[in-house]
């Protein structure tokens, strides 16, 4: 009787466990995604020496990103760390991914005009 109960309980927290990580994978993929159309376009100032945060916090303010902490985990998980000051212009369809790849890279496609 005991190997049944402990065995279940074994099962139990697995399932647990497995839930929670598929939780956590599908709010992390959700997080990526843009926030909008792409007809609504913000143009965000990159300035010389600013901060992955300080830029985070402002792609929030404009409804950019989804989650500043998701996109601070992007930014570590691809070892991303260096910003290129610019003026840009981005559309609340463009992913978290896209917006750091393009404010990393300094893409002339987005650059204000």
Known sequence: MKKKNKLK???IAFLTVVILVLGSLVFY?????GTGSQDEVV???VEE?????????????HDL?????????????NTLNTLK?????????MG??????????????????
């Not at 020496?49 to 303010?61: H, I, Q, R």
């Not at 000051?85 to 369809?93: D, E, G, H, P, W």
């Not at 978290?96 to 005009?113: M, Q």
Request: no cysteine; glycine share 4%; hydrophobic share 45%.
């Open 85 to 93: 000051a610019n003026t840009y212009s981005l559309n609340k369809a």
């Open 9 to 11: 309980i074994l099962l």
């Open 49 to 61: 020496g600013m901060s992955f945060n300080a830029l985070l916090d402002e792609l929030k303010a």
């Open 29 to 33: 993929h959700e997080s990526l995604k």
């Open 65 to 77: 990103i989804r989650n500043t902490m998701v996109a601070k985990i992007y930014l570590r998980l």
């Open 96 to 113: 978290t991914e896209e917006i750091l790849r393009i404010v990393t890279e300094g893409d002339f496609n987005y650059l204000e005009k």
């Open 43 to 45: 143009t965000i100032t």
